[in-house]
């Protein structure tokens, strides 16, 4: 039985030390990451759906990091082609001879849906809503329009319709020094306000 408790006692000590070198060793071996990349992986929309021609956002951001286009991302849109532009303070790229993409969204027909959960499972941003043998469908405001829940559905119930622009769709463009006439009724006399 003192065998047994001399082994556990040299097992538990073994641990600690070798425990003590890993946390030392992942405080003085730590790789510092790019701020710069972090900075730009926040701004991307994290669908993960490779449309830009990397796995993730993640290795997107090193790929614009290092000097590639950042108009790749098409779930992010022109929206978050400003923003990274902003960031690295370089001008908006234009997009000549390049069609800004379209906005879609997955759209499921419900009278072809087998309730197969495919499609859940190929959604990167939990878009989908439904359980096995019942049906499925696409919350709108959640969904990327990344496409990769199109290819595993069996019954090709899954097709991707384009947003229309109407009041919750629309780019409002504020120009930021905008100057606004405001009247200050208290002494009558107009002044200007500038919009930050």
């Excluded at 001399?6 to 073994?14: D, G, N, Q, S, T």
């Excluded at 710069?36 to 990397?54: F, H, N, R, T, W």
């Excluded at 780019?171 to 930021?176: A, E, G, R, T």
């Amino acid at each position: 039985m003192t065998t047994f408790y001399f082994i556990l006692i040299a097992v538990v000590v073994l641990a600690l030390i070798f425990g003590v070198i890993l946390g030392f060793a992942s405080v003085k071996l730590k790789v510092e990451a790019d701020p710069i990349v972090e900075k730009i992986d926040a701004l991307l929309p994290q669908s993960q759906c490779g449309q830009c021609g990397y796995p993730g956002c993640k290795p997107y951001a090193e790929a614009i990091a290092n000097g590639d286009e950042i108009i790749k991302c098409i779930p992010g849109g022109q929206t978050t082609v400003v923003k990274i532009a902003e960031l690295l303070g370089v001008d908006v790229p234009t997009m000549d001879g390049v069609a800004e993409p379209e906005v879609k969204i997955a759209y499921i027909h419900e009278d072809m849906c087998i309730g197969c959960t495919k499609c859940i499972q190929a959604c990167p941003v939990d878009a989908i809503i439904g359980t096995n043998k019942a049906l499925h469908t696409v919350i709108p405001d959640l969904c990327t329009g990344c496409e990769l829940c199109v290819a595993p559905c069996p019954t090709d119930c899954i097709t991707m319709e384009k947003v229309e622009k109407d009041i919750e769709h629309w780019d409002w463009k504020i120009d930021p020094k905008l100057v606004i006439p405001v009247l200050n009724t208290s002494d009558g006399k107009a002044k200007l306000v500038v919009g930050e």
